[in-house]
C-alpha cells in the first residue's frame, strides 16, 4: 500500500516570497491533517480536512497561511508572504476517518527554509 | 487543557541494554496516549497507542507502555536496545473534542544507542 506523498521535500525561499506545498494522502482516507515542526519541538496541527470541508484550522496564521483540499483527495498548503519563524518542516497525515482512535499516518514531510 | 511532558530531550544507552523514555500528561478525563517515532528523513510511525483496554500496551519492535493513573504517566520501555532505534520518539495525546482526532504531541526525546 502507498504511504502519504509530499512534494517537494526540501525548499529554501527568501522571507516574503511565496510556497506552496503539495500532499496526496493514502488511497480512501477521507481525512487530511497538516502538521507544521519546528527543529526541536513536537508537530503542531495546522490545519484538518473531513473531505473537502474543514474541520479544524484553529492554529493556522490565516494571514499568512492558506490550504485546500478541493476534490477531497490531495491538498495544497501555501504561504504567502513567507517569514522567517516558518522555516520549519510541514509533515501531511491522513486517516481512514477523523475518530480519536483512528491511526494518523505521516508522510516524510517538506523541509522549509526561509532566507 | 490536555498536554504531555515528555521529562528526558535526550537519552543514550548502549545497544542491549534497557530502554526507558518517561512520559506525563495532563487530562481532565481519561484520554487516549500515543507514542511516535521518527527517524531521520522518515515519516512519523505510529509505535502504540492506549485506548483504555489493557494499562499495558504492547507496540511494535518489541516497545511497550505502560499507562498509570495515579502517576498520570504513560512511559515507554524496550527491553534490549538495538542500533536501529535511534530515533526522536514522541508522547501524544488526543483531546475530547467534537470526536475529531487532532494529536497533541510532546516536545520530543531523541535516542542515541551506542555499540
Known amino acids: 500500500e502507498a504511504g502519504v506523498a509530499q512534494s517537494p521535500r526540501y525548499k529554501i525561499i527568501e522571507k516574503r516570497q511565496s510556497v506552496a506545498f503539495w500532499c496526496n494522502p493514502i488511497?480512501?482516507?477521507?481525512?487530511l491533517y497538516w502538521y507544521q515542526q519546528i527543529l526541536g519541538q513536537g508537530p503542531k496541527l495546522l490545519i484538518q480536512?473531513?473531505?473537502?470541508?474543514?474541520?479544524?484550522d484553529s492554529q493556522l496564521p490565516k494571514d499568512r497561511f492558506s490550504a485546500e483540499r478541493l476534490k477531497g483527495v490531495d491538498s495544497t498548503l501555501k504561504i504567502q508572504p513567507a517569514k522567517l519563524e516558518d522555516s520549519a518542516v510541514y509533515l501531511c497525515?491522513?486517516?481512514?476517518?477523523?475518530?480519536?482512535?483512528?491511526?494518523?499516518?505521516f508522510g516524510p514531510g517538506t523541509r522549509l527554509l526561509v532566507l | 487543557a490536555q498536554s504531555v511532558t515528555q521529562l528526558d530531550s535526550h537519552v543514550s544507552v548502549s545497544e542491549g541494554t534497557p530502554v526507558l523514555l518517561r512520559c506525563n500528561y495532563s487530562?481532565?478525563?481519561?484520554?487516549?496516549l500515543f507514542w511516535y517515532v521518527q527517524h531521520p528523513n522518515k515519516g512519523l510511525q505510529l509505535l502504540l497507542k492506549?485506548?483504555?483496554?489493557?494499562?499495558l500496551v504492547k507496540g511494535i519492535n518489541g516497545f511497550e507502555a505502560e499507562f498509570k493513573k495515579s502517576e498520570t504517566s504513560f512511559h515507554l520501555t524496550k527491553p534490549s536496545a538495538h542500533m536501529s532505534d535511534a530515533a526522536e520518539y514522541f508522547c501524544?495525546?488526543?483531546?475530547?473534542?467534537?470526536?475529531?482526532?487532532?494529536?497533541?504531541f510532546g516536545a520530543g526525546t531523541r535516542l542515541a544507542v551506542h555499540p
Open positions: 487530562s481532565s478525563y481519561s484520554p487516549s
Open positions: 492506549y485506548t483504555s483496554a489493557a494499562t
Open positions: 480536512f473531513q473531505n473537502n470541508g474543514v474541520v479544524d
Open positions: 488511497s480512501g482516507h477521507a481525512t
Open positions: 501524544v495525546v488526543t483531546p475530547l473534542s467534537g470526536g475529531y482526532n487532532k494529536l497533541i
Open positions: 497525515a491522513s486517516s481512514l476517518a477523523p475518530g480519536r482512535l483512528e491511526t494518523q499516518y
